[in-house]
């Protein structure tokens, strides 16, 4: 899956508590401990903002030498995602995941043909969803819009040849 952000890149958001401890304090809330293979996947899923799925998270692990089990990564994931930490977008065909905790509000496009996501901040869509909410009565806490489609690069690849091209 590539990360292509056409706009001015997402810069974090100060926030008081590193990923990790905002984490444990999940954690003990309901009773439960900050292992050392969910210590390995949270500084490791937050080194880097990049969108990825449990398989490239896995495959990423065994790269850099972590041994932590395909099991652990998806309990661990979903307890992220539960945690506030991480986003879950679920696309065509599977789900992809980004940081949430520390990272503004965006949007996303996803080419159904190369899996590309391109990150984009529209501040006439954030204008809508308030609006929208308000008419409703609604205190909006965030939003998921995803546009599907196919990408310039595949757009081009997939068009037939011109009638000169074939002389």
Not at 75 to 89: F, I, K
Request: charged content about 30%; aromatic content about 6%.
């Amino acid at each position: 899956m590539r990360l292509v952000s056409n706009s001015a890149p997402l810069d974090p958001i100060v926030v008081s508590e590193s990923p990790e401890e905002k984490f444990r304090e999940f954690l003990e809330i309901r009773g439960e401990k900050l292992t050392e293979p969910r210590r390995i996947l949270i500084r490791h899923i937050f080194d880097s903002h990049k969108h990825f799925d449990a398989d490239e998270l896995v495959a990423d692990l065994r790269e850099a030498g972590r041994r932590v089990s395909r099991s652990t990564v998806y309990r661990t994931l979903r307890l992220l995602v539960e945690a506030g930490l991480l986003r879950e977008l679920r696309l065509t065909n599977r789900s992809a995941y980004e940081h949430d905790y520390g990272y503004p509000s965006h949007d996303h496009l996803h080419c159904t043909e190369c899996n590309t996501i391109v990150e984009f901040r529209n501040e006439e869509i954030q204008k809508l969803r308030e609006a929208i909410s308000q008419e409703h009565g609604f205190r909006s806490s965030g939003h998921r819009f995803v546009i599907s489609g196919v990408c310039p690069t595949c757009s081009r690849a997939r068009s037939p040849r011109r009638r000169l091209d074939l002389i």
